[in-house]
């Protein structure tokens, strides 16, 4: 199985600030990586497809890069709504694969 | 705009297995893949499985090979997730999702969650 390695798995910081989470493959998937954000007590709610293709509906202020084996989700410029659990996903081969999770907390 | 709807919740002993449905409504089910993913109380997520209708394909982590049966209904747009040998370890929120049968997105529609509570 691809393992999907997040880092960090926990992040303090205020709102307006930009943050950034890794998320390394074991091996190389490609493009073929998805974003997620979860609030507690709800479903996970898809933000990034193909690693950097925005998904309709989220703001701007979220962005992917990334190929092969490292990826970042960046969101530039905290809002109180972003405080939240997220992770990266792998749909290059099954199963499909998530990262452990990074929580973002505030400040 | 796809809902997917969810059996309600379970308490069952260990060693017994757990049958739960997701029911699609508003799109088109031969367009999708649909799979399972369950998490534990404070945990990560984690794909258990899933099924291709349109291709009449399962796909499963190796993690529940032999424990873990994914069926689809076309003719009710219902998905059906059964967990047999349950032990407490498996207490979880577990979720249906479907995408794309046919690109590589991720999963854009959930189910609400049904709890399995695995408990003597």
């Known amino acids: 199985d691809i393992q999907l390695t997040q880092s960090p798995s926990f992040l303090s910081a205020s709102v307006g600030d930009r943050v950034t989470i890794t998320c390394r493959a074991s091996q190389g998937i490609s493009r073929f990586l998805a974003w997620y954000q979860q609030k507690p007590g709800t479903a996970p709610k898809v933000l990034i497809n193909a690693a950097s293709t925005l998904q309709g509906g989220v703001p701007s202020r979220f962005s992917g890069s990334g190929s092969g084996t490292e990826f970042t989700l960046t969101i530039s410029g905290l809002q109180p709504e972003d405080f939240a659990t997220y992770y990266c996903q792998q749909l290059n081969i099954y199963p499909y694969t998530f990262g452990g999770g990074t929580k973002v907390e505030i400040k | 705009q796809v809902q997917l709807v969810q059996s309600g919740a379970e308490v069952k002993k260990p060693g017994s297995s757990v049958k739960v449905s997701c029911k699609a409504s508003g799109g088109s089910f031969s367009a999708y893949a649909i799979a399972w993913v369950r998490q534990a109380p404070g945990q990560g997520l984690e794909w258990m499985g899933g099924?291709?209708?349109?291709?009449?394909?399962?796909n499963y982590a190796q993690k529940f090979q032999g424990r873990l049966t994914i069926i689809a209904d076309g003719s009710t747009s219902t998905t059906y997730m059964e967990l047999s040998g349950l032990r407490s370890e498996d207490t979880a929120f577990y979720y249906c999702?479907?995408?794309?049968?046919?690109?590589?997105?991720?999963?854009?529609?959930w189910g609400q969650g049904t709890l399995v509570t695995v408990s003597s």
């Open positions: 999702a479907t995408k794309n049968y046919y690109d590589n997105t991720g999963y854009n529609y």
């Open positions: 099924i291709t209708p349109i291709l009449n394909r399962q």
